[in-house]
């Protein structure tokens, strides 16, 4: 292997495109490569893994004071985030209880809890982020729309969760509450009303 990429090097030196072109060609090959010995590592640990996680899960639940039984629910989720084994299983379940753990820390077991039974975010990040926007005064039956629509993949700032809180309280639509967010517009666009601006503490 070290042979082939010596002359993989040697013969693509030169500053051609079609050189470029190898070279990032043998490269993303290479990535793939690894990338799928990987994954193959990762699904060969499964089955050690499984019961520890399972083990994980349900201590989360005791600590939080969760619905009986969702823990099942949690592995089957930890699994179909990462069907393809891009990480080893156990980091997932791992990562998971760690934001559930951050959340109750931050925002209270209630607010751990309610999120942990209704399974509406399900990614770390996700659960973290649905967490501060419940903290802002956000619906619980917003946060599944809000996940499906990518609302939670990023952090913002609390002004802008307040933000988006309002505009969804003003029945907007899960799709535009990012936009909400960052522009302070109310459903169909139009200019906030003084009612929301007082929201805003302007």
Known sequence: MQKFEANIRSWTSESSPAAAGCRTECAQEQDRGQRGQEQQRNRGRFSRELPESARQLLSLEQVLGGQAGNFGEWLQIAYEVNEDFEVP??????????????????????????????????????????????????????????????????????????????????????????????????????????????????
């Open 89 to 202: 299983f156990s980091d997932v379940v791992r990562d998971i209880c760690e934001a559930f753990q951050i959340v109750e820390q931050n925002y209270g077991t209630t607010v751990a809890q309610c999120l942990y039974d209704t399974r509406s975010a399900v990614l770390p990040t996700e659960i973290k982020n649905a967490a501060k926007y419940l903290s802002c005064g956000g619906r619980t039956e917003d946060i599944l729309a809000l996940a499906k629509s990518g609302f939670f993949m990023e952090e913002l700032a609390h002004d802008n969760i307040v933000r988006a809180v309002a505009y969804m309280e003003a029945s907007g639509a899960a799709a535009g509450a990012y936009q909400a967010a960052k522009d302070d517009v109310q459903p169909g666009g139009e200019a906030p009303k003084q009612q929301f601006q007082q929201t805003m503490g302007r």
